[in-house]
């Protein structure tokens, strides 16, 4: 069973900085497309950032030179680095991934179930 778990939010200043980390567990062969999405009450949830396997990266207009997605393949663990942070940014944010387990021959989407980011102004 693919599980992914979400850690390091939290409240911050506006201007601050924050780290999120989502770690993939279970019977894991590959990540492929990973991604973090964001929610806020009232809003559609959307995408903040992605990157594929080959390192190709995709932001949000709203994030684009603040916000950085990366990935620990050896660990089965993407992150977030917020920096210069806005409370427009306040929502629960989402980690999502394409994962294929291993013995099977296709791929799942799998979701965190979110962590509350608070920026205070």
């Known amino acids: 069973q693919v599980q992914l778990v979400e850690s390091g939010g939290g409240l911050v200043q506006a201007g601050g900085s924050l780290r999120l980390s989502c770690a993939a567990s279970g019977s894991i062969f590959r990540l492929y497309v990973i991604g973090w999405y964001r929610q806020a009450p009232g809003k559609q949830r959307e995408l903040v950032a992605s990157?594929?396997?080959?390192?190709?990266?995709n932001y949000a207009d709203s994030v684009k030179g603040r916000f950085t997605i990366s990935r620990d393949n050896a660990e089965n663990t993407m992150y977030l680095q917020m920096n210069s942070l806005k409370p427009e940014d306040t929502a629960v944010y989402y980690c999502?991934?394409?994962?294929?387990?291993?013995?099977?021959?296709?791929?799942?989407?799998?979701w965190g179930r979110g962590t509350q980011v608070t920026v205070s102004s």
């Open positions: 990157t594929n396997s080959g390192g190709t990266t």
């Open positions: 999502n991934a394409e994962i294929r387990s291993r013995g099977a021959m296709t791929s799942s989407v799998y």
